[in-house]
């Protein structure tokens, strides 16, 4: 598995294949953040990866994903502020808690820790296959 604070799974620039959708998991708990990448990546998604709130914006201004999956609780930047900035970009988000008071964010697909990775794989393609963000 990658580590770092980015990973982007390689493709082939020559292909005529259509681009495979790009999520960027933001996540500081490396078990979760290798679990949700290796899970991702298997369905065919490219990955990035971000540690926290703050490599999430940088990742942002390189290249924006097509969705964005992202812990609540975080250093510095907390998901809930990330999923607030990404509402201006259009940028469909997913937030993980296992923070059960949390305020969730309205419009944000929302999932409680710990996940059924199948049920967070069919959300993430449900809002990846929904018309109305393209």
């Known amino acids: 598995m990658c580590s770092g604070a980015v ?3 390689g493709t082939d ?15 500081d708990d490396p078990a979760v953040l290798d679990v949700l990448t290796e899970a991702l990546g ?37 998901g809930g502020q990330l999923v607030r900035r990404l509402r201006d970009r259009g940028v469909p988000a997913i937030l993980l808690s296992a923070d059960t008071n949390w305020s969730r964010e309205p419009g944000v697909a929302f999932l409680s820790k710990p996940f059924d990775l199948d049920h967070l794989l069919t959300v993430v393609e449900r809002l990846l296959d929904d018309p109305e963000r393209r």
């Open 7 to 9: 990973m982007e799974r």
């Open 13 to 27: 620039a020559t292909s005529d294949t259509a681009r495979r959708p790009v999520i960027l998991v933001v996540e």
């Open 42 to 78: 298997d369905q065919g998604y490219e990955v990035r990866r971000a540690t926290d709130g703050m490599a999430a914006l940088a990742e942002l201004q390189r290249d924006a994903p097509d969705l964005v999956l992202t812990d609540v609780h975080m250093p510095g930047l907390t």
